[in-house]
């Protein structure tokens, strides 16, 4: 069999594809069976932004403060040295000291319906909406054979039933509703690439991609967050005197004040946020996973980003999930390490070159804005976040603490990205990187994992010990079920907290443990902070005050 026949769709799995292009091809259609596993996944529906890579230049008009050194630029600056302006009130007494001159508008740009103006089609849907399907009922029916997930055999089926023929539909096959669904303006469009590797994998590796500025583009110029967006960094204090100070949104923290002071004067921050995580799609058919990256903005409202169907969150590309050839293990994680630091090198170069350049991009209101794509925040679970700060096994991927080290009453020094590089030029002055095993050899010695470039070498203002930020689910919720929730059944004995558990009073909204939780299995989020809820009153006075103190 030839390696043609192996190409399959990495998320819905059809299969008889030609090549990766045609896979991409796939994707891209508005409307299909693949791009509904799509929606499922991140309930994606952004509109297309035509944006070329020509036009993200730097604006010479602009009075520029200069970049400072990136290291210096997150040590912040005193209040003396920053001119602020006017106090704001906020709530109650609450006082507010914006960053000036940042985020200026520079005349007109382009709206969502601009964009939808200038498709080729848009002269047709003047006098039918519904175009190019003639019709409400050509299109409800058109829509639910595109999104039912039916292949193009049992849709020509389908329409060749005598009933279905009667109805008045614009097309008769699958092969023209295809067509159609491809006249339907689309987002960004999907692209393939094959990776070459230099040690053998039991398949051809091909990364999925769509222009990570062109989603960053469409979330920037979408009418749903039209008041919604935040552009300017503020400190926020609860009084006056300025000596407590707020903190909220993401404009609201040190990082976005200091990375606005390293942009030219007028210039618009973007706090680019990231997050992937392999996800098993099948386990028993075919093993299948996936490896999904996702963009959005931190400069969206949380309690807006946060809502799944509001789509602020945006799939921008699927990272291969290979499989090497090696006799040894630990060099096989090193190699599929290497390679996803290559793809998001890839995949994540036109943000770079937004950050260091700028680009002239559209808010909802049609206002052009000098943009910088900063990243702000890379959300990943704990195993993720060390391969992306290129260490090594129990070592923390934001400091210098090793595991040993981790219970220490003092935070340790950052582990910053110059720490990392440097230690990473000493590793390749002993070894070669390409001969992975002397480079790992090398590179242990600095608890680092064998990783010879990083991703965020080259994005400007990028740091993993700023970037990795917590994420909750497992910094908080499984760190509690697993430390916490262990020492209290030891402490109060497992027959007396399942007894105290099951004789709590049920309330609606929240799960009712009839059999305790000393014996529970596949704890989700949700049953961990229903445990919260209640442990402590629980455990009050079958533990000492030290400990109770302590959880």
Request: charged share 20%; net charge negative; proline share 6%.
């Amino acid at each position: 069999m030839s390696l043609l026949q192996l190409q399959e769709c990495p998320s819905c799995g059809k299969d008889g594809f030609k090549d990766h292009v045609a896979v991409a091809r796939h994707m891209s259609q508005p409307c299909s069976g693949c791009n509904t596993w799509l929606q499922n996944l991140i309930c994606l529906d952004e509109p297309n932004n035509p944006v070329n890579m020509d036009d993200r230049v730097n604006n010479p008009d602009m009075d520029s403060g200069g970049f400072e050194d990136w290291d210096e630029v997150f040590q912040g600056s005193s209040s003396e040295d920053q001119v602020h302006d006017e106090q704001t009130p906020t709530r109650d007494s609450e006082v507010m000291d914006s960053y000036p001159d940042c985020a200026q508008s520079y005349g007109r740009g382009y709206t969502f319906l601009d964009l939808f103006n200038v498709d080729e089609n848009s002269k047709h849907c003047v006098m039918n909406p519904y175009y190019p399907f003639s019709g409400q009922r050509d299109w409800e029916v058109g829509s639910w054979l595109l999104h039912s997930g039916l292949s193009m055999g049992k849709i020509d089926s389908f329409l060749s039933l005598e009933m279905i023929k009667t109805l008045p539909l614009s097309f008769s096959s699958a092969k023209e509703l295809r067509g159609r669904a491809e006249m339907l303006p689309s987002g960004p469009r999907w692209m393939s690439q094959t990776i070459p590797t230099m040690h053998p994998t039991k398949s051809p590796v091909v990364l999925y991609w769509r222009d990570p500025l062109d989603c960053v583009s469409s979330l920037l110029n979408h009418p749903a967050f039209h008041d919604e967006l935040d552009f300017t960094p503020r400190r926020v204090y609860t009084t006056a005197q300025r000596l407590c100070r707020v903190y909220s949104e993401w404009m609201t923290s040190d990082d976005a004040w200091n990375m606005q002071s390293a942009l030219p004067r007028g210039a618009t921050l973007l706090g680019t946020i990231l997050s992937s995580d392999k996800t098993n799609i099948s386990t028993m058919t075919g093993d299948r996973v996936a490896h999904p990256l996702l963009v959005s903005l931190a400069n969206i409202h949380m309690s807006t980003r946060l809502k799944s169907s509001l789509n602020a969150f945006v799939l921008t590309a699927l990272l291969p999930v290979p499989k090497f050839i090696h006799k040894k293990k630990r060099m096989r994680g090193v190699l599929e390490d290497r390679l996803i630091h290559e793809c998001l090198d890839i995949v994540l170069c036109p943000l770079k070159l937004a950050a260091r350049e700028g680009i002239m991009l559209s808010d909802p209101v049609g206002h052009s804005r000098y943009c910088f794509t900063l990243l702000a925040s890379y959300i990943v679970d704990t195993p993720e976040a060390m391969m992306l700060a290129a260490v090594g096994g129990k070592t923390s991927p934001v400091t210098t603490a090793m595991y040993k080290q981790f219970g220490d009453p003092f935070r340790h020094q950052p582990r910053t990205g110059a720490t990392t590089l440097s230690q990473l030029d000493i590793a390749r002055s002993k070894a070669d990187p390409n001969n992975i095993e002397a480079f790992f050899c090398e590179a242990q010695k600095f608890h680092l994992n064998g990783m010879n470039a990083p991703f965020w070498l080259d994005w400007l203002l990028s740091d993993p010990s700023h970037f990795l930020t917590p994420e909750f689910l497992h910094l908080i919720h499984c760190e509690f079920y697993d430390h916490d929730v262990k020492w209290l059944i030891c402490a109060v004995g497992h027959t007396e907290i399942d007894f105290q558990f099951s004789v709590l009073q049920a309330i609606t909204g929240f799960r009712h443990f009839h059999g305790g939780i000393s014996k529970l299995k596949q704890v989700t989020g949700r049953t961990q902070h229903d445990i919260q809820r209640s442990i402590v009153a629980v455990s009050a006075d079958a533990v000492p005050n030290t400990v109770m103190t302590a959880i």
